[in-house]
């Protein structure tokens, strides 16, 4: 077999079904969407922010990886009003109620007998966990906006998520599904009889930023699907901790935001993780190599934003494959381990699936 | 919520950019806006075919997705040269990422009960250029974007690199392994149709 032969094959294949596509008219993009609504959105929270005269001063606003380019708004570091709480996914994020925590919805395994889902009110997960391939059969006359499950499974929450639906509202008894898009995502709000007044506050407190409520930029070098490394320093002699934000980001490439979650340390909770990581063996891993499937690489990498007296400091963690696993500080690499790698997650930030060794020690639930 | 209602998606999509009306666009001074117009209006096509040939989903709407993430740098794009590049490789992502969304499925139910698929001979019977086609569909989507990069557009290992935003050594391991695995294929089926049929 010559090498012409195959490479000749390639050729003839890819030209004969070029070939046969016929293109389709394109849409030429004019500017970014929903302007009005953005600007009712920034308008609101001026008067959240200038009602609280509260600033938070966590941004690592000089190491935003975005910043060159044209975003719908500057990042306003409001506080959330007394009693809520920012979340946040990729560029979007919202004011919910402080007590909404996170959790899974219904997915189209939802009849699965021992899966719990959530009888309060809620913020979902952004995308879904791992689900099973089975039919879940009932006939159902509720709106798709509300999900695959049936209703007796429904709590109130809140999702972003990729767009899916046009803006609107669906309603099926004393249920509300209220749908907005931002840019490139969307927001849902299921409410019922009880939680329907607040969704105008959380539907106008949705803003798009680069850097979020936690100090994460939006968009991070560690996108790629290559294993990055930061701007070197040295963990061991970094000045005293004040805080740390923890980012997660989807690697699906530097081109878009792949902020999958974030939450922030306060002093104490961040010095455990930076004694829990100093703790760790020098060299990185666990990896397996050898378990490797040609061509993959893994799915998510996180930034740990330090804030010190002497500014902000990015580590770089990769805790999901069979290889390039470790906390990076550009000088070292040192071993993920199940105390440091439990220490980084909790809230919106969560490692739900893996490969290798390293999966043992950090794989939620 | 939301987990897996995505009938609306290509319509949400669809209806989010709008035409340019270039009838009310002034020749002069010429805006980032009239570039990328013309710029689509020329690499549109072109860009189809090659979403077409990189990834299953629908061509047309991978590429006016990757458009509608280009347009806000376009000025910067346009003069770096590099927006052809640029728009490839989020189609390429694009592509990537479904993939990877697929990958998550779990299959629980019993496979026993399952109707045994049937292990045929990938190159029995098939023309060369058919039996590439079909590895193409079972490579991975950046191993399929670096051999249609390659043997489609032409384009050199350190162009396929960038575009691809991976190592250069990375870009040849992907297309000698692709080429690898149809040279096996094919002397197969080359011995095949020599030694019979396996019946």
């Known amino acids: ?365 | 919520m939301c987990g897996g209602l995505q009938r609306n998606a290509a319509r949400s999509r669809t209806s989010s950019v709008s035409s340019v009306n270039l009838g009310t666009v002034h020749p002069k001074p010429r805006t980032p806006q009239v570039d990328f117009s013309e710029w689509v209006a020329a690499r549109g096509a072109a860009l189809q075919r090659f979403a077409r040939l990189v990834s299953d989903q629908e061509a047309a709407d991978l590429v006016q997705e990757a458009l509608s993430r280009a347009y806000p740098r376009w000025q910067k794009l346009a003069e770096s040269g590099s927006a052809e590049a640029y728009v490839r490789r989020s189609i390429v992502n694009a592509s990537v990422s479904a993939w990877r969304k697929d990958r998550r499925l779990v299959a629980v139910a019993d496979p026993s009960v399952l109707p045994h698929a049937v292990q045929e001979d990938p190159a029995s019977g098939l023309g060369d250029a058919e039996v590439a086609w079909r590895l193409c569909l079972e490579l991975p989507p950046q191993q399929r974007a670096a051999v249609v990069l390659r043997f489609y557009e032409d384009l050199s290992f350190a162009q396929i690199a960038e575009t691809l935003d991976c190592p250069e050594s990375t870009a040849r391991s992907h297309v000698h392994r692709a080429l690898s695995t149809l040279r096996r294929r094919l002397d197969a089926a080359g011995a095949d149709e020599l030694g019979g049929s396996h019946e």
């Open chain 1, 1 to 365: 077999m010559s090498e012409d032969r195959a490479e000749r094959a390639f050729r003839d294949a890819l030209a004969k079904r070029a070939e046969e596509t016929t293109p389709k008219p394109l849409d030429v993009p004019t500017r970014r969407r929903t302007p009005r609504l953005m600007l009712a959105a920034a308008a609101a929270l001026l008067v959240v922010a200038g009602g609280l005269g509260i600033l938070q001063s966590m941004r690592g606003g000089e190491q935003s990886q975005v910043a060159t380019d044209p975003q719908p708004h500057e990042t306003d570091p409001a506080a959330p009003a007394a009693g809520w709480q920012w979340i946040s996914w990729r560029d979007l994020e919202v004011q919910v109620p402080a007590e909404w925590q996170y959790a899974f919805s219904p997915a189209n395994d939802w009849c699965v007998d021992h899966i719990e889902y959530p009888d309060g009110p809620y913020v979902a997960f952004p995308g879904t966990r791992i689900t099973m391939m089975i039919a879940c059969e009932e006939e159902f006359t509720h709106p798709a906006e509300f999900g695959p499950a049936p209703e007796r499974l429904w709590a109130p929450h809140v999702a972003l998520h990729e767009r899916q639906f046009d803006d609107g509202v669906a309603t099926h008894g004393d249920w509300t599904a209220t749908i907005r898009t931002f840019g490139d995502l969307q927001l849902t709000v299921i409410t019922d009889a009880d939680t329907t007044p607040l969704v105008d506050s959380i539907v106008e407190s949705a803003r798009q930023v680069q850097v979020d409520h936690a100090g994460c930029d939006v968009t991070s070098p560690v996108q790629a699907t290559d294993i990055q490394r930061p701007d070197p320093f040295d963990l061991a002699t970094m000045a005293e901790v004040d805080q740390a934000a923890i980012c997660l980001y989807n690697r699906i490439g530097t081109e878009q935001p792949g902020l999958a979650g974030s939450r922030t340390l306060g002093q104490a909770e961040a010095r455990e993780l930076l004694a829990a990581v100093l703790e760790a063996p020098v060299g990185g891993g666990p990896d397996e190599p050898e378990s490797c499937l040609e061509g993959s690489y893994g799915d998510t990498a996180f930034v740990v934003r330090w804030h010190t007296g002497e500014g902000v400091r990015d580590m770089y963690a990769y805790a999901d494959w069979c290889f390039g696993n470790g906390f990076d500080d550009g000088t070292n690499l040192r071993e993920v381990t199940w105390e440091n790698c439990r220490m980084l997650q909790g809230g919106a930030v969560h490692l739900w699936a893996g490969a290798g060794p390293v999966s043992g020690r950090c794989l939620a639930g």
